[in-house]
């Protein structure tokens, strides 16, 4: 099988806390590498199927939440969903669709950013808030449910 970066970045964080990359951590991160958001557990058993049962998944999930390789996301009342940490997928921000519960990631291009996140600064700032990072959620209807 051929590993990919993020799998190698993944086995290394989790070795550094002797934790060991077993088939059910790896079809995790792959199930999340190909997903476009964040995931419940739920969600995620659809996407792996039976090769990981549902009993073993929220372990896994908590496991690879204490090593720092998986952020929570709370979109949804009630409802943890899971994607990779930024230092992994790289700075992104999220549409949540408040019809069907879909959260999905959003990239935006350079420019954009730093709009944002001059915006961020001035706001942060106006409250003597020392700001080191912002998530942007944009709630609304995906193009499902529109
Ligand atoms: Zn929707
Ligand atoms: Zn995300």
Same mark, same amino acid.
């Given at each position: 099988?051929?590993?990919t970066?993020?799998e190698?970045?993944?086995?290394r964080r ?6 060991r990359?077993t088939r ?5 991160i ?16 659809v *996407?792996i199927?039976?090769?990981?049962p549902?009993? =073993?998944?929220?372990? +896994?999930?908590?496991? %690879? !939440?204490?090593t720092?390789?998986l952020?929570?996301?709370?979109s ?13 997928l790289g ?8 019809d069907?519960g ?6 935006v ?9 001059? *915006?961020?600064s001035t706001?942060a700032k106006?409250? =003597?808030f020392?700001? +080191?990072n912002h998530a %942007? !959620?944009?709630?609304g ?6």
């Amino acid at each position: 099988m051929v590993e990919t970066a993020i799998e190698r970045q993944v086995e290394r964080r989790l070795a550094e806390s002797d934790v060991r990359f077993t088939r059910g951590r790896r079809a995790v991160i792959q199930a999340l590498v190909e997903a476009d958001g964040p995931k419940s557990a739920a969600e995620l058993s659809v *996407l792996i199927g039976a090769e990981v049962p549902v009993s =073993s998944l929220y372990r +896994t999930l908590a496991v %690879l !939440e204490e090593t720092g390789v998986l952020a929570p996301h709370y979109s949804s009342p009630g409802l943890t969903r899971f994607e990779l940490a930024e230092w992994l997928l790289g700075h992104h921000h999220h549409l949540v669709c408040i019809d069907c519960g879909q959260v999905e990631d959003l990239a935006v291009d350079e420019p954009t950013e730093q709009q944002i996140q001059a *915006l961020v600064s001035t706001v942060a700032k106006s409250v =003597s808030f020392s700001e +080191t990072n912002h998530a %942007l !959620e944009i709630e609304g209807h995906c193009a499902k449910c529109a």
